[in-house]
């Protein structure tokens, strides 16, 4: 079993920042693709970022350029750098983990979800 802790969110003021953080916990062997989603109100759940376990990246065009995924492999952890925030990226925000576990198996997990407000 894994566990998905995340933490950052809040609120702030459009133009403003906040940096996400994600750790996972558990009997993990690797971790593979990991990413941010968001979902609004009313609103599909959308991919944000992810990013492979050899650093590649991938972002929605709505937060490229704005957004910035990164992790640490040898700590199971991700973060969000969250720049130039705007009321529409007002949401809450998943992290997810594609996991390899020691007896082979290989599951996705979802963490419980972090609140951004952003105020115009």
């Known amino acids: 079993q894994v566990q998905l802790v995340e933490s950052g969110g809040g609120l702030v003021q459009a133009g403003g920042s906040l940096r996400l953080s994600c750790a996972a916990s558990?009997?993990?062997?690797?971790?593979?693709?990991m990413g941010w989603y968001r979902q609004a109100p009313g609103k599909q759940r959308e991919l944000v970022a992810a990013i492979t376990s050899g650093g590649s990246t991938n972002y929605a065009d709505s937060v490229r350029s704005r957004f910035t995924i990164s992790r640490d492999n040898d700590k199971s952890a991700l973060w969000l750098q969250m720049n130039s925030l705007k009321p529409e990226d007002t949401a809450v925000y998943y992290c997810?983990?594609?996991?390899?576990?020691?007896?082979?198996?290989?599951?996705?997990?979802w963490g419980q979800g972090t609140q951004v407000t952003v105020s115009s």
């Open positions: 997810n983990c594609d996991v390899n576990f020691w007896s082979g198996l290989r599951r996705v997990y």
């Open positions: 558990g009997d993990i062997r690797t971790i593979n693709d």
